[in-house]
C-alpha cells in the first residue's frame, strides 16, 4: 500500500484494509498512519500532568488499571484511541457507550497490531454550554413507553433561578449538581419498570455516584468509569490544566492570526456545496475560533459565562452567549497575556478542540460519529495550517438493540433485518399492519389494484387498433388513472380502518416502534443504558456488548439480546 496523503480522504483500498485488522493490508496501513503521528510527535506528558489525570480518574472511582493507563502518556511509544462527547444526562444516549467500548476495542486491536502501548481515552466535553443538549434522558417503561425526563425542568420546579443559571450559557463542568432533582430521575425508572434481580442494586449504586457527585462532569465520569472503569478506559476532562497549558499554541496563534481559521473554514465549506455536498460547519468570516470565560455580574453564585469572540476592527468582541450582547471590547495583547497567566479562561470550539487534542494528546486514531466525520473532513486544511497531525477517523458502530419481546414480535410479522439494518421503518409498520387478521383487507386491496391494472392494459392493447377513433384510448387512459386514485383513496381508508380496529397489532407496532425508534429518531440518539438494558441485564450487558460489537461493520448492527436472557416480566 502507498504512502497515504495526510489530507486525503479514506480511499476504497484503505477502508478494505481497516475491515481486516489480522491482515497485512491492515498492518501496512496503521504502520503508515503511526509514521505520520510520529513525524508530528506530541511531547510526553510530565510527572505533573499525569498526576493530575490520575487525580481526576481516581476521583472518578478508577481502579488501578486506569491509573496506570494514565502514566503511560509518559511513556513516548504510547499511542491514544479518542473517543469524546458532551457529558449526557445519565450516559444518555447510547451512542457514548458505543463510542467508549468502541475506543477501548479499537486501542487493544492497535496495540496488538502494531506492538506499542494504546490507551483508550474518553475526552469529556464538559466546556460545552450547550445545556439543553445534556439535560434530558429518555427510557422505556415496563409496558414499553417512552419516557423523558427533563433535568432543567425539575431543578426550576425545586429552585425557580437555578434553571435561569444554567440556561446563561455556563459550562457543564460548572452546573453543580442537584441531588434531590436527580435522585428523583432514578425514583422515577423504579417506579416505571418492572422488578428484575438487577434492579435493585443499579438503582442504588447510580443513587450512591448522584449523592457523591459535585457536578455534571463529574457525575457522568463516575458513571462512565463504574461501568467501563474494569477495561482500562481513561477519562479526561477538556478543562484539565495539562490540556489548557497544551493548547495555548493553538490558541495563541488564533489570537495573532484572527480570523485565517474561519475563512478557511468557510473557503471548504463553500466548495463542498458547490459540488452538491453540505458544509458541516458554517462561518460568517468574523469567527474566532475560542471561548473566553467571564463573569455574570448579574449572578453571584460560582462559575462564569463561556463567550464567543469575533473580530472587527481590529479588535476582539467579547458577546453574552445567551443575549448576544457586546460585554467587552479587548486586543490581541491583552488577551495574549491573559492567555500565558490564565489559560483556563480559554476554551476551544468545534474547530479548534480536535486540533487540541491531536497537539495535547499522541492520539492515533479517533472514533466519530457521522457528524463528526463531516466536519472533521472539513477541518483537514485547519490541520496542515497549524502543522498538526489528524488522527485517524474511525467511524462509530451503529447499533439497534433489540430485546426478546421485540424480537418475538418481528418474528411474528415477519420483519426482515434488512428493513432493521435500512432502519426502513414504512416497511416494518407494513409488515405489521398485514401481519394480523385483518391485515388481509390491505393484500385483497393490493390484489385489487394488480387485478384493474392487468384489466386497463389489456384493455388498452385490444383498443390499439382503433387508430380511427384515439378519443376512446385517452378515455381509458383518464379511466385508469381515475380508478388508481380512487384505488389509493381506498387504501388509506382501509389502512385507517385496520389501525384503528386491530388493538393488539397496533400495540405491538408500538411497542416496536417505540423500542427501535422513539419518537421517530434512532434508538441510539434517544435512549440510554439504564432502562430497559441494565436493569433487566445487569453487567452481562456490558460484556456481552463487547463480545457483540463489530468494529469493522459500516452499517447498523442489528444485535438481539436473546441469548443473555432477562429476569424481567416483559408483556
Known sequence: MGKLRDAKPISAKEELALRGAATTDAREFWLEVCRRRDARPVAPWTDEECAALRRFNAEAGAPPAVLEAADRLADPRSLVVVAGQQPGLFLTPLYILYKAVAAIKWARRLGELLSRPVIPVFWIGSDDHDFDEISRAHYLSGEGA??????????????????????????????????????????????????????????????????????????????????????????????????????????????????????????????????????????????????????????????????????????????????????????????????????????????????????????????????????LAQVRGVY??????????????????IEPRIERHLATYGVQDEALVTEDWRTVEERFLRGGESGSAIGAVEDLRRTLAAAFAHLSGKLARLEKNPAVQSAVSKTSAKTSRAIDALDERVREEVRAMQEADSNHLRQVMTALCPGGQPQERVLGPLAPFLINYGPRFVSWLFASLDLDCRRVQVLRLTDMGSSAKTP
Open 146 to 375: 417512552l419516557v423523558s425526563w427533563d433535568y432543567g425542568a425539575r431543578t426550576e420546579e425545586r429552585e425557580p433561578e437555578a434553571a435561569g443559571r444554567i440556561a446563561r450559557g455556563r459550562s457543564v463542568f460548572d452546573v453543580a449538581v442537584d441531588r434531590a432533582a436527580l435522585l428523583s430521575f432514578l425514583d422515577d425508572v423504579d417506579r416505571d419498570t418492572r422488578p428484575t434481580e438487577f434492579k435493585e442494586r443499579r438503582l442504588g449504586a447510580w443513587k450512591s455516584i448522584v449523592n457523591s457527585s459535585i457536578n455534571l462532569e463529574n457525575l457522568f465520569a463516575k458513571l462512565l468509569t463504574e461501568l467501563l472503569g474494569d477495561q482500562g478506559l481513561v477519562v479526561l476532562s477538556a478543562r484539565l490544566m495539562p490540556l489548557r497549558l497544551r493548547a495555548r499554541a493553538t490558541l495563541r496563534r488564533e489570537i495573532e492570526r484572527p480570523t485565517e481559521v474561519s475563512a478557511l473554514i468557510k473557503k471548504t465549506g463553500d466548495e463542498a456545496k458547490a459540488l452538491g455536498g453540505r458544509a458541516a460547519l458554517h462561518r460568517d468570516g468574523d469567527e474566532v475560533n475560542f471561548f473566553i470565560y467571564r463573569l455574570d455580574a448579574s449572578d453571584p453564585r460560582p462559575g462564569a459565562l463561556r463567550c464567543k469572540v469575533t473580530f472587527s476592527g481590529g479588535d476582539f468582541l467579547v458577546s453574552h452567549p445567551a443575549t448576544g450582547e457586546l460585554i467587552e471590547r479587548t486586543n490581541a495583547a491583552r488577551l495574549l497575556a491573559e492567555l500565558r497567566e490564565s489559560p483556563e479562561h480559554f476554551s476551544p470550539n468545534v474547530a479548534t478542540r480536535p486540533i487540541v487534542q491531536d497537539c495535547a494528546l499522541p492520539t492515533l486514531a479517533m472514533v466519530a460519529g457521522p457528524g463528526e466525520q463531516e466536519y
Open 384 to 401: 496542515e495550517l497549524f502543522d498538526v497531525f489528524q488522527s485517524h477517523a474511525i467511524p462509530r458502530p451503529r447499533v439497534l438493540l
